[in-house]
Structure formats: C-alpha cells, structure tokens
C-alpha cells in the first residue's frame, strides 16, 4: 500500500498543482517511480496507491500500472481514492486512517504481511530482505530505518531498539532525538495486527490517524513484537527544494550513491517516446543527464535536463534542473535554478544572479540561492532574475510587462480557476 | 476508410555486407534506437492503418523480437493488429517465397478475412516520417486504379533505383528497373496503395502462372490496363539497404537539424521498441559534439560527429569521431576510433586505434578487438 496522497507543502510551487510524488526527477522519471519499482523488482505485484491531494497528474501517469509491469490478470495496481459510502463519504484524515478506508480491498486478497510504503522518497531497496527479516525475528511489525546524523534525526520520527533490534522506544519528530535511528516511513505487517490496530485507532476520538504518531505509538505500549530493519542502501527525502534540487544534481557525479544504469535493478516509469539525445555544433556538455528528445546547442554543465529539453546557442546552463520540453532560447544564463515543464524562456535571459537574498515571503521554502520557475511560464527576453525566486505556475511574465525579478521576491499570478 | 498495412521486410541486403549476416535489413538498427521497419511501420500507425502484416523470410529473429506483440506501436489490438508472416510448409510442400508477389499470395488469408478496403504496401528498408492521408486523398481524387509513390530523383543515383515516367496528369506511363538510362525524372519509393479486391484479383492472376514478382508481374505488366498513378513525395526519403557508405550517411544525416526536426519533431513520433534505461550521461571527463547520444549510454570519451545507440560505454581518454556505435558497445580507456561501424555489444581495448579510411570500418557483433 502506497501512500501517495500527500502534498509536500516544502516544495513550494513545484507541488502546487500535483501531489509530491508526481514531482518529476532524475530526468525522466517522478518520485513515485522509486517505490514502484522497488515493489516490481522485489516482485510485489499488487499494489494498492492511496491518492487524495491533486491526483489528476499521478493517475494519469500510473494508468493501469503497465510500465511497471503491474497490468496483470491477478492483482496489479489499483488507484484508491477517497470515496463517499452510502452513509457517508470522507477524506483521508491521516496515513492510517487512509488504509483504514480501505480494509476491505485488502481482504479481499486475504494477505499474510502487508507493506505500508510512502510515494515520497527516491531510494532503491528489495523489500524481500526486510520480509525475511521481519519472518526470521517472528515479528507483528518491522519498521524499516536508516542512520542520519543526530543533528537531522530531529525531522523524522526517531527508533530505540535494544541489542536484538527490538524496538523498545519510537518518538516522532523529537526536538532532542535520542538515537540516530530514523523511521523511513516503511513498515512491514503482518495483516491481523495492522487490522486490528486499524480498527481500534478508528474508534479513538483522539487520534489523529496517523502512522507515525497513533498507531506506532500505541501498538507499542501493548508490547507488539515490533523490530527495526537497518537498511544501508540509498534513501532521500526529497521534502524540500534544496534536496531535490541536491539529489537530482548527485545524479551528475562520476559515481553516484544511485545507481539508475543497474541492469538488475531497473527503475520503470512512464515516459513518453523521444528520439536521443542531440548535441549540435558547438554544444559543450559536461558532468551532467541530458534525456531523450533534448537539443543543446549550448553549454551544460552539472544540470539534468529531462525530456525534450531544448537549450539554445550561447546558453550557459550550470547547476539546473530543467524540466520536461521547456525550451531555452539563446544566449542566456541559467544558474542554480529549477525550471520546471513545459516553461519558455527566451533569449538573453539571466536567472540565479546577483546579490543572495533571504525570500521575504517564505524563507523556509526558497532558499540555498535557488530559484524556481513553475511550469507552463514564459519568460521574456531579457528578463533578470535574482537568486532564492520564485516564478508561479502558468503566469506569462511577457504579458505582465516585468523584465526584473531581485533575489529574495517571489512572482504570484491570480489564479484562474 | 479502412486500410490494411503490409510491410515487405524479407529481404537480407547484401550491400550491407556483414552488418546484415544475422538479421534482415529492416531490422538494422539506425538513428541511435531505431531499426528500419520503425519509420513505415510508425507511419501506418499514425495514419490509421489498425492491421499491419510484417512479410519476413531471410533471418527474421532480430525482427520478431523487435517487434513483439506490436505493442510499443499500439498495435497489440483486439480489432487488428500485428501479423508476421513467414514462410511455412503445409500438405503441398515447403518453399520460400519465390518472389513479393508470391509472398503476399502465400498471405491471401489476411487479405481475404479482413474487413478493409484498401491495402498500403511498404517496405521495411526506408526512412522517412509521412503522413499516408496524403496519399489515400490523392488517390481517391486522381480516380487511380494503383498508387506509387515518387520522388524526384535529382539527389538519387538513378541506376541504384526504379524509374518512372508520368504524363502531366501524374499517369505513370513506364518503369524501369535499376538502369543506366532512367525511365523518367522521378523514382520509385516502393510503396503502393490499392483496393483490396483488385490487389486479390491481380495476384489471382500472375502468381498461379509463375509471375512472382510485385512490380513486374502486378504493376508493370498492367500500367496500359489500369490507371496508375504518381503520388510526388517530396520530403526526406533513403532506403537503408543501397550500400554500407548509404547506411552511414543517412545515420549522419541525422545529425542535421533539419531532418532530425522532419523525422523525429514535427511531423509525429517514430515508435519503437522500449527499453526503460536511464537518461544518457556525460561524466566530468566526457564530451560530446555534433553527435546523438540514446538512453542508458554513459560517456566519458570524446565523442564527435557520431551516433551513440543505448546502453554504449565510452570510458575516459577515449575518442570516437566520425562513427556509429551501436548498442551495448564498450570503447575501453584511450582507444580511438574514426569512421567505424560497430555492431551490438562490441568492445574496443584500451588504447587501441581503427580508422576506416574510404569505407567504414565495421565490427561485427561480439567482437572484441
């Protein structure tokens, strides 16, 4: 089951019109993918995706599962919405509730472990191992973890576990953490345990229907055989603009922690069909992802460019993340900047320069210098733009008559519903 | 309208010497992901053909496994569909196709259960991205009895191609075989559009009597009898087959703007196969120029003037000019190469150097060198 509802609200513009793990990466794929194809390459064919926040772009990316192998005769992928019952119809109130609402499509394949995912992580993991964990230890639940530095471990819920790895303390977002330990938000259970812990979370008045805070929690305090998975494999939260824009950009390096060229451990995704890659004359690409259908006839230099991306004579692409079919004219300046699709910028612009200023709107969002342009804009000629910007989804910058965005400032448009 | 595609794919190539010793050459792969049969069989999709019969004879197992169920050209269909169509022995005996007449006639079964009207017959060897719409109007406006489709021979070596000769109505008036004195100004492209009906009645009458071959014993023998007429192409049109020089040039060509725009951008997609790899990657000690590089390659060479199929490694230090790479192909540290063909899952050592020098140089699959 593949939590696939959230909105991301860390990534700003990026998650304004789709859920996060739509949010396109790696040049080719979405978030979701990672999950997806950890599940087909660990031979997890049914699969159950729980969406709710701006589905439209994520369902129409799964459609009935078949670039992950997942149109199958029995079982496969199965969209599960929120949905209204003759009584009464209700949204997903929180991670475990959203299993909750959908018991029944569990029973029905009458599973001996279920496995709780999240569509919000890229990592590459085999879930099988986690099983035989999880059957060797004979245990109700197994919480897959990782190590991060103490400093972090405050952003996620924490584990203790004593020498056989049994968990004896679970503490989500602690302000002093007292472990190293980190839930990745994957758990592993055996089905009558997490029914039952479902049905009893959704009779207390106080809960907020969450895995991590309710139901962990309490299955816990009744001494649930409950152990913690060390994976040691490659994990990233990519929650905020600079981690995405960092882990996307890790790609790039001559050997990085994921590997996407692994013949056995192949990562799917929907894509659309495009002829290579082209480098024209006079193109100067260096330590970078240039996807099918791209045209550079400029310099890159440490940027993933997705699809159909087109980078025009004279252009200096450095640090970028360019999304799907955006085109950039000639002549232009492109540092530490995410672009997403489907976007025009025309010629002699320069985005990312100039002095580093704080966003005066929401620092928390926009920072590390980079600027994000949402999808479908167009910037005109010539325009400047500053570091720690923000362009909105959809606004024609060109009709609005602005040539200078300056570092920290963010460009809104009303919405057009 | 309903149209039934056939594609004439048996044919081995012989000019492409060794690069067609194990595979028909509408399965040579070209333009990075390509095999030839994408480009027509693509070009029957998106014009609305829904029944496509691929005709194979000489080494078609590259070719099937290509193609597969037909799906990554949406032709895994309840209605329609994909049809291969080998020779096979039955109770009368065990022959090959004697001719592209013969082959269709030994098919007559998809031609009679069908529900189509028209037949669209192409072959696999060509690479061109078209609208077949085009042709289906010209064809019912012109009142023809049989299509074929032209092209002006100026940029062509005639004595490699059909010649034909029009009245000014577009009436095809004769047909020359590869000759030294061309029939006319134009060239034949090899694809012909017709009624179902009358392609069965013609068939009826010259395969039983020997005739095995579709231009000579279908077309040409009935241009007096029936209106046939020239359907003028005039965008970018090459037959993959004519000579290994050909077979590079129309990889290089491209590397040009503007064919690539005409063949890949704006006239609709070229389908083929899937292979889900990861986006092509230029390391810190890679460079690529005037070049077209297809997913899940990683260069950290030198790459110019060339074409990189999938999965191609070009370690550091290396150099590739001038060259087509095909997929699974390995250039080790320091090796150089210039003006080389190499087939799938070649690998060239370290530190060695090729250069083709009139010719390419070609490197058969599996080698090592």
Known sequence: MILAGGQGTRLGILTEDIAKPAVPFGGKYRIIDFTLSNCANSSIYTVGVLTQYKPRVLSAHLGIGRDWDMDRKQGGLFILSPYTASSKGEWYKGTAHAIQQNMDFIDKFSPKYVLVLSGDHVYSMDYNEMLDFHISKNADVTISCIKVPLSEASRFGTVITDNVLRIIDFEEKPLHPKSQLISMGIYLFNWKVLRNALVEDEKDKDSQHDFGKNVIPKLLSKETKMYAYEFEGYWRDVGTIHSLWETNLELTHPMPALNLYDPNWRFYTHSEEMPPAFFGKGSNVIKSLVSEGSRVWGEVESSVLFQGVKVGKGTVVRNSVVMTNTVIGENCLIENAIISENSIVKDGVQIGIGEEVENEEFPSIYNHGITVIGEGVTIPAKMKIGKNCSVANFLDVEKMGINLLKSGKNLKGERQN | ?369
Request: proline share 2%.
């Open chain 2, 1 to 369: 309208m309903k149209v039934l595609g056939l594609i004439l794919a048996g044919d081995k190539g012989k000019a492409l010497d060794k690069l067609t010793k194990k595979r028909a050459s509408a399965a040579m792969p070209v333009g990075g992901k390509y095999r030839a049969i994408d480009f027509t069989l693509s070009n029957m999709v998106r014009s609305g053909v829904r029944k496509v019969g691929v005709i194979t004879q000489y080494n078609p197992r590259s070719l099937m496994d290509h193609l597969g169920s037909g799906r990554d050209w949406d032709l895994d269909r309840k209605h329609g569909g994909l049809y291969i169509l080998q020779p096979y022995a039955d109770e009368e005996g065990m022959y090959w196709y004697r001719g592209t007449a013969d082959a269709i006639f030994q098919n007559m079964t998809i031609l009679k259960r069908g529900n189509e009207d028209y037949v669209l017959i192409g072959s696999g060897d060509h690479i061109y991205n078209f609208d077949f719409n085009a042709l289906y109007d010209y064809h019912m406006i012109s009142m023809a009895d049989i299509t074929v489709m032209t092209k002006s021979s100026k940029e062509y070596n005639t004595s490699l191609y059909g010649t034909i000769k029009t009245d000014e109505e577009g009436r095809i008036l004769q047909i020359k075989e590869k000759s030294e004195k061309p029939a006319g100004d134009l060239i034949n492209l090899g694809v012909y559009f017709m009624n179902k009906k009358l392609l069965m009645d013609l068939l009826y009458a010259s395969v039983p009597n020997e005739k095995y071959d579709f231009l000579n014993d279908v077309v040409i023998s009935n241009l007096k009898v029936l209106r046939v007429m020239s359907y003028k192409f005039t965008g970018y049109w090459k037959n993959i087959k004519k000579s290994v020089q050909e077979y590079k040039r129309i990889n290089m060509d491209m590397l040009d703007s503007d064919i690539s725009t005409e063949l890949f951008y704006e006239n609709g997609r070229i389908f083929t196969k899937l292979k889900d790899l990861a986006p092509p990657k230029v390391t810190p000690t890679g460079s690529v120029e005037n070049s077209i590089v297809a997913d899940g390659s990683i260069i950290s060479g030198r790459v110019r003037n060339s074409v990189i199929f999938r999965n191609v490694q070009i370690k550091s230090g290396a150099m590739v000019e001038d060259s087509i790479v095909m997929e699974g192909s390995i250039i080790e540290e320091g090796a150089k190469i210039f003006n080389c063909i190499l087939d799938k899952n070649v690998t060239i050592r370290s530190e060695r150097t090729y250069k083709g020098y009139e010719e390419p140089l070609i490197f058969e699959k599996w080698q090592v060198v």
